[in-house]
């Protein structure tokens, strides 16, 4: 299960991400985290940009709302999804990795 944080401003989502996919998706739950991979290789920020991109299109929040708050460069972030509850943000979840 995705452990998903409240946070003041809104929910902390931990994000397993693995950079340089053949293709950029969910891929499920990996040890608490939800598992994102993109097609950006690891540089410069280029894979924290995709995640955000990705995030927000298939999770339906605005690029604006989503900020990442650790893990820059590990494979292990949290992002902040700004203005959204754990249950919504749960069920925005279980419709994407449907």
Known sequence: MIELKDHSEGVVLP????PGARSGSLRGEHDGSLKVSVTQVAEKGKTNKSITALLS??????????ELISGATSSQKKFLIRDESV?????????ALR
């Open 15 to 18: 994000v397993h991400a693995q």
């Open 87 to 95: 249950a919504s943000l749960t069920a925005a979840l279980a419709r």
């Open 57 to 66: 299109k298939t999770l339906h929040v605005r690029k604006s709302q989503i």
